[in-house]
């Protein structure tokens, strides 16, 4: 995962929570996995692909004050732990990503986690991982937004267990999950497809243009979204038409179109889950609208965007651990 930020918060028992922000540099991407995600020692909830970072966040961090939260954000009660924190105007740049991290305090296990809105109430989508080095459990929120901040609430509720850790897990409706080791990218799509996405998964084409935010962005794989609401139309996606007023009424689903290209290789790489397949499926290869996608899955709109998303990060984020394993095997220790 490329990003250009990171907010790491870490718990503890005594109600002292340690904030850390950093801060990619503008010629340099700041790569990440999450902390399941390699068998590796880190020093904190994710593992830098980039020595130099992992170096500079081992020195903040460290030297980072903890804070005693008030009790309005953090309660003891029959041993149960709440903690509240709340987060606004996180800036955030088109194609561009801030990841915000919460490690829980050693050997608690999460009874509940909610990443909301604080405007509309809508709750986000999350990553939650247990990372047995360190014996706690990460829960992960990517954070970007095209009005340029980005807010979030976090309340999260847990105990102590140190018994049950190890086999202890935490799923609920709004998670996403983390994307896998990419295969040799050859072997991806078909011969006849290669020519529409061979930069995206070779690390041997033309590099990627910088941001806004002077990071590497992301291939414009996936065409742009337009998601349309009762009271406003959000326009997704660098090519998208900033004109639609008006919403699509619900009509009886046409004849599915032949697929135009075949990603399904590619997609069995990112291990997609079964919606995200379906929804980038019929936008990517039957190039589907949202509106006709939410029509033929019987889903609502954001709900189509939001497995639309979460599908897009996997696809792009294979697409970055394919090119990091493919450097380090052009130049081995």
């Known amino acids: 995962m490329n990003v250009v930020s990171l ?41 830098f692909l980039d020595g130099h970072y992992k170096e500079i966040f081992e020195k903040g961090f460290a030297e980072c004050k903890a804070f005693k939260l008030p009790e309005s954000n953090f309660i003891v009660s029959d041993g149960e732990y709440r903690f509240r924190t709340v987060w606004k105007g996180l800036p955030t740049y088109r194609n561009s990503l801030t990841c915000y991290a919460l490690s829980l305090p050693e050997f608690a296990i999460p009874i509940q ?26 829960t992960y929120l990517e954070c970007r937004s095209k009005y340029g901040s980005f807010d979030f609430v976090l309340e999260v509720r847990f105990r102590s267990d140190e018994n049950n850790f190890r086999s202890a897990k935490y799923k609920d409706e709004y998670m996403t999950g983390v994307s896998a080791n990419m295969h040799p990218y050859k072997r991806l799509v078909p011969t006849e497809s290669w ?15 910088p941001s806004v935010a002077g990071t590497p962005s992301q291939l414009e794989l996936i065409p742009s979204v337009t998601l349309i609401s009762a009271n406003r139309v959000e326009v997704f996606g660098e ?56 029509n033929r899955l019987e889903l609502s709109r954001k709900t189509v965007y939001e497995h639309y998303e979460a599908a897009k990060r996997k696809l792009n984020y294979a697409r970055s651990r394919q090119k990091s394993a493919q450097k380090k095997a052009e130049r081995p220790d």
Not at 113 to 133: A, T, W
């Open 195 to 209: 020519s529409v996405v061979q930069q995206f998964l070779s690390p041997s084409r033309q590099a990627l243009q």
């Open 239 to 294: 090519n998208a038409s900033q004109n639609s007023t008006r919403s699509e009424q619900k009509k009886p689903p046409k004849k599915l179109p032949p697929k135009g290209h075949d990603y399904s290789e590619m997609f069995d790489a990112a291990r997609l889950t079964e919606k995200q397949r379906d929804v980038i499926s019929l936008r990517l290869e039957h190039q589907l609208g949202i509106s006709e996608i939410a």
């Open 113 to 138: 986690i909610q990443f909301r809105d604080p405007h509309s109430g809508m709750e986000y989508l999350k990553s939650v991982v247990r990372d047995n080095r360190h014996r706690r459990f990460v």
């Open 7 to 47: 907010i790491v918060e870490q718990l503890e028992y005594n109600g002292y929570l340690r904030v850390f922000q950093m801060q990619g540099l503008p010629d340099s991407p700041l790569t990440i996995a999450f902390a399941n995600e390699l068998d590796e020692p880190h020093s904190c909830p994710f593992h």
